[in-house]
């Protein structure tokens, strides 16, 4: 049995949960989410939580139901703080900017890139070399942060490139005479 599905998850005041079928949504002074949960996975609200358990005693419901309690989680996490990566571009001559709906990202190629921002997330470039995402859904913030560091992910010799301000990167020495 899961530890993490055992316990269930308190929904604050100032958000609305309602579980529809294998639906849950959630709604916050952020804005709202929903998730469908597996059908292996059973999932009340009562007592102002929502409970998970699994519907069976196979390996594949116990497995679900412990991750379906996280996203239940995620949900009410998302829509009263949110989320938010913080990435840092190294590099001499690289940097980011706002240019108007979309970020400018000069990263050592020929051309500028551009990056469409997807709807739900908000990005902001306090210096040009950091770029904050911000969003409500965790999936959705991570993927965006995730494609911006994929134009130029960090190389080991010299460390440039687009990296999240957490992530240490193993440097390499470079070749011998």
């Known amino acids: 049995m899961s530890r993490v599905g055992k316990k269930p998850v308190t929904v604050p005041s100032g958000v609305t949960a309602t579980v529809e079928g ?11 989410l929903q998730f469908v949960v597996h059908d292996d996975v059973d999932v009340k609200f009562e007592d102002g939580a929502v409970k998970v358990a699994p519907r069976h005693e196979t390996n594949r419901a116990r497995a679900l139901y412990g991750t379906a309690r996280a996203q239940i989680a995620n949900l ?4 009263t703080k949110g989320f938010e ?30 990056y469409d921002i997807p709807e739900g997330i908000t990005i902001t470039v306090p210096k040009p070399t950091e770029i904050n995402v911000v969003g409500i859904d965790p999936q959705k913030v991570g993927q965006v942060a995730a494609e911006i560091r994929d134009y130029r992910p960090p190389e080991p010799y010299k460390g440039k490139g687009v990296r999240y301000a957490d992530e240490f990167i193993f440097r390499k020495e470079g070749k011998k005479k």
């Open 76 to 79: 009410v996490e998302g829509v």
């Open 22 to 32: 294998q639906t849950v949504k959630m709604k916050g002074p952020k804005g709202q």
């Open 85 to 114: 990566k913080k990435l840092e571009i190294t590099g001499v001559g690289y940097r980011a900017a706002m240019q108007g709906k979309k970020l400018q990202l000069a990263l050592g190629y020929s051309h500028d890139v551009l």
